[in-house]
């Protein structure tokens, strides 16, 4: 993609791509990974480090688990979505990257995280205004790297043709929901041997978020 491409809608992750989120991921993963391991719902071999939280959960989702388990995992989930939601900060030249976007594009935010907690964070940063959409996980049929909040996306959007959008993350879940969504993927200061190890190929990895209008 080069700068004559036409780019209308633009889909950002939250966490650590546009606030610097304060959530202990692994810690979370841990508590998580511990209690489905304690109730037999994960095989005690099972390759935790090769997972996050989310893909976690899928995997055990498939295998049948019961509605009150999910529901008593996703409480752990939303204790330390809370917890490190408080004074989460921004990342660099995020308002000053929104504010020239703002204008041009539709901006819509896909998150793992509850809509409550984006939309709290999003307020108490004081960049919710910018954006179109924003979409959690009761918003999508299973969690990144699930392609369902992208193409709920470009659903809501159908006046934006499927090359007029492009998305920004900073995991690898982030770029195979957006690719099996049939959106290119910009990664921002992503691990490039794990995109690799994960067959993700982004069309450019940036390490500053104003490069991102290189892209568009």
């Known amino acids: 993609m080069n700068k004559s491409s036409q780019v209308r809608g633009i889909i950002f992750d939250m966490d650590n791509t546009l ?20 109730n037999d719902l ?5 390759p935790i480090q090769e997972h996050t939280t989310s893909t976690m959960i899928a995997y055990v989702k498939a295998k049948g688990m019961r509605e009150e388990t999910y529901t008593e995992v996703m409480k752990m989930v939303v204790h330390y979505e809370l917890i490190g939601m408080e004074g989460a900060g921004l990342e660099s030249h995020v308002s000053e990257l929104l504010t020239m976007l703002k204008s041009r594009y539709v901006l819509v935010i896909v998150t793992n995280n509850s809509y409550k907690a984006a939309v709290h964070a999003l307020e108490e940063t004081g960049i919710h205004p910018y954006f179109d959409l924003i979409i959690g996980r009761e918003q999508m049929e299973a969690m990144k790297p699930s392609p369902s909040g992208y193409l709920a996306a470009k ?24 690719i099996d969504a049939g ?12 995109l690799k190890e994960k067959g993700i190929t982004p069309i450019a990895n940036i390490d500053s978020l104003l490069k991102l209008l290189d892209y568009v």
């Open 19 to 38: 606030l610097r989120s304060r959530i202990n991921f692994q810690k979370m993963k841990k508590q998580v990974a511990d209690f489905l391991t304690e």
């Open 42 to 46: 994960l095989p005690v071999d099972f």
């Open 155 to 178: 659903q809501h959007f159908p006046q934006i043709l499927e090359r007029e959008w492009i998305s920004v993350g900073d995991s690898w879940i982030d770029g195979r929901a957006s």
């Open 183 to 194: 959106i290119p993927f910009i990664s921002y200061g992503t691990n490039d041997h794990l």
